[in-house]
């Protein structure tokens, strides 16, 4: 690979077997990088401790081989690492930027005054009503030091003041490349660190697209607004901002996007009734 060449990366989450819609942007991500004479890393996002199981970490590298695709070493996995998760996130704290969320999930999606007919984020949650947001600081001591259970997130207001200019990014396809403008606020006050781990999925794949040196991030459309908060927390990190394509998703016979917990058929699956990785290939619409 040439100095300056693009760096491309996979990174599913272990916590079911790979689908063809994994097959899709594993085979997109590799010929991009081959094209562009790149190279295409692999990332286990396996920050998930109870989804997340070692034999399934095993099963996509097979998947993977079995697909004809191979990954630079080391692959990064991100449950070894939390303690960078944890410096990034003490430094948002530190800056005033995120604050503990000691609220229940009943709590949250209880309907309040707060919430109601309000706001939702595009995942179709409803904005987090802000409970924990101004809390006492005396308070809100006390409770960490007694280690009650809490989230962390973004003071969304705060983090925009903080993010000075206006936020977007590159977009491409095969034709072009062309500037998108981000939106974070559609996110209210996002969860940046769950209760059992020091991160959540965005702030971990900022930190990791940066420290891999990731130029050209290629993933499902069904991630194509999530990109507004990673373009938000890079600016507060301080981090480069990769471009970005969003490619289209694989739909199964009922036109629903594949997904582990409809039971979509596996690469496994696929393997063990006799198709070929050239099949899949062909497939999914590549020669
Ligand atoms: N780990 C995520 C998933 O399996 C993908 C994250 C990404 O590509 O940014 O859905």
Redesign the pocket.
């Known amino acids: 690979m040439s100095p300056g060449a693009p760096v491309f990366r996979f990174?599913?989450?272990p916590n079911g077997r790979l689908h063809l819609g994994h097959a899709y942007s594993a085979l997109l991500n590799a010929d991009l990088a081959r094209k562009s004479e790149g190279l295409c890393r692999l990332r286990i996002?396996d920050i998930d401790p109870l989804r997340s199981k070692p034999d399934l970490v095993t099963a996509i590298g097979a998947d993977l081989a079995w697909l004809g695709l191979t990954y630079p070493e080391p692959v990064r996995h991100q449950s070894r690492h939390m303690d960078a998760y944890r410096a990034a996130l003490d430094g948002l704290i530190a800056r005033g930027l995120a604050y503990p969320c000691f609220c229940s999930r009943g709590q949250i999606r209880a309907p309040t005054a707060a919430n109601a007919g309000g706001p939702h984020d595009p995942d179709g949650v409803p904005h987090y009503p802000g409970l924990c947001r101004g809390l006492d600081p005396v308070i809100t001591a006390e409770r960490l030091a007694r280690g009650e259970p809490h989230a962390w997130r973004l003071d969304m207001a705060a983090a925009l003041r903080g993010a000075v200019g206006p936020l977007g990014y590159t977009a491409f396809d095969e034709a072009g490349a062309w500037p998108v403008a981000a939106d974070p606020a559609r996110w209210g006050d996002a969860v940046i660190a769950r209760r059992d781990v020091p991160t959540s999925?965005h702030l971990a794949?900022v930190h990791d697209d940066a420290e891999e040196g990731i130029t050209h991030?290629v993933?499902g459309r069904d991630?194509e607004a999530a990109t507004d908060l990673h373009v938000l927390l890079q600016r507060l990190l301080g981090l480069p901002t990769p471009r970005y394509r969003h490619h289209r998703l694989i739909l199964d016979t009922l036109g629903e996007k594949l997904a582990k917990s409809r039971g979509s058929q596996s690469l496994a699956d696929l393997r063990q009734a006799g198709t070929t990785p050239e099949q899949i290939r062909r497939r999914l619409g590549f020669v």
């Open positions: 990174a599913p989450s996002e999925y794949v991030v993933r991630l």
